[in-house]
């Protein structure tokens, strides 16, 4: 039987670079039943919102999403259009892998790291409101459920893939009751995991060492804001956004795309880089148990990005978005 996964081709570049990774996995011979759903910018005309229920009903329905960039109307009442998506859906596990590729062009050669961001509070569960005329107040929500269950999910995340070592990054040496308890936390569940070093790190010190030396962090565990912006800093070390992977993921439900935005200026011009899309798609094949298809992807890409001929413009060549998928595809055939 094929696997029925949730496709959102999204708004700008999403509906190229979402076709070129649907492509890729196709050729590997995994049998999946593409349900292609529409959300994002285009459908607000028709439902009233980015997000029409369909979508939500869908990945419900099949439990496994591949996701093109939406982009959130500016000037309107929508949040985020990505925010409201992982509260719907409970998707509180962000999951995103940083990993130097070859022929990317990096100061570093060695990283190979994953970022796990609480999904669903800090700051950004957007509880604010204005002081007055001239004062604004954000609440920074931390609870004891969602810290031990982020930070369980890493560590199992890391017996799953044979990883060395957790990193909590916090700032409770300031925020001594919020990231003092997703610490304290963090060490009780550290606990039950004796085999899995363990260590917690202050979230500014953590940027300056990520910089000096990528290649000393495994698994980084850590709550939302945090999160957010470490795993930009990540993807920076191994050549940027376009190469930067991710993943959403709840109990037994799970929503893949890529990191970056839908970049409107270059939509239909099939130009972009489609391989943050593909690494999210790879990941997809992971979470359904399918490994062999998952390595021969990454094989292919690896294949690839050493021939500049067969890369887009932000890597060093001149093919186009379909032309790099044809090549990855063409290499997963022939080996």
């Known amino acids: 039987m094929p696997y029925k996964v949730t496709l959102i081709p999204g708004d700008g570049i999403g509906p190229e670079i979402t076709d070129a990774a649907r492509r890729v996995i196709e050729a590997t011979g995994v049998a999946i039943d593409w349900e292609i ?7 607000i005309g028709d439902y009233g919102t980015p997000l029409p229920d369909y979508v939500l009903e869908s990945v419900r ?9 939406l982009t959130t109307p500016i000037g309107t009442g929508f949040r985020s259009v990505n925010v409201a998506l992982r509260k719907e859906l409970n998707l ?21 790291l994953i970022i796990v961001r609480e999904n669903t509070e800090d700051l950004y569960a957007g509880v604010e409101h204005m002081v007055g005329e001239d004062a604004a107040e954000s609440i920074k929500i931390i609870t004891r459920k969602a810290s031990e269950r982020i930070v369980r999910f890493a560590f199992e995340l890391a017996k799953k893939q044979g990883r060395r070592k957790v990193t909590a990054v916090h700032k409770a040496n300031i925020l001594k009751f919020s990231d003092g308890l997703f610490l304290k936390t963090a060490k009780e569940v550290a606990a039950d995991y004796p085999e899995i070093e363990f260590e917690d790190m202050i979230v500014d010190a953590m940027s300056m060492k990520l910089v000096q030396m990528p290649e000393k962090y495994d698994v ?41 935005g839908s970049a409107p200026k270059h939509a239909g011009k099939n130009r972009v880089n489609p391989l943050a899309t593909i690494l999210s798609g790879v990941m997809m094949l992971e979470y359904l148990g399918e490994q062999e298809a998952a390595d021969r992807i990454r094989r292919a890409v690896n294949a690839v990005l050493v021939n500049k001929d067969q890369v887009t413009y932000d890597l060093g060549g001149s093919a186009s978005t379909s032309g790099m998928a044809d090549a990855i595809i063409a290499n997963i055939q022939s080996n």
């Open 220 to 260: 980084l565990v850590m709550p939302n804001l945090y999160g957010d912006i470490l795993s930009d800093l990540c993807a920076g070390l191994v050549g940027g956004l376009g190469v930067a992977p991710g993943a959403n993921i709840g109990d037994g439900i799970a929503v893949f795309e890529p990191v970056h």
């Open 37 to 43: 759903v529409e959300a994002g910018e285009a459908v």
């Open 92 to 112: 509180y596990a962000n999951v995103r892998p940083a990993v130097t590729l070859p022929g990317v062009d990096s100061r570093y050669d060695n990283v190979d």
């Open 61 to 69: 329905n099949n439990k496994v999403a591949l996701k093109g960039p």
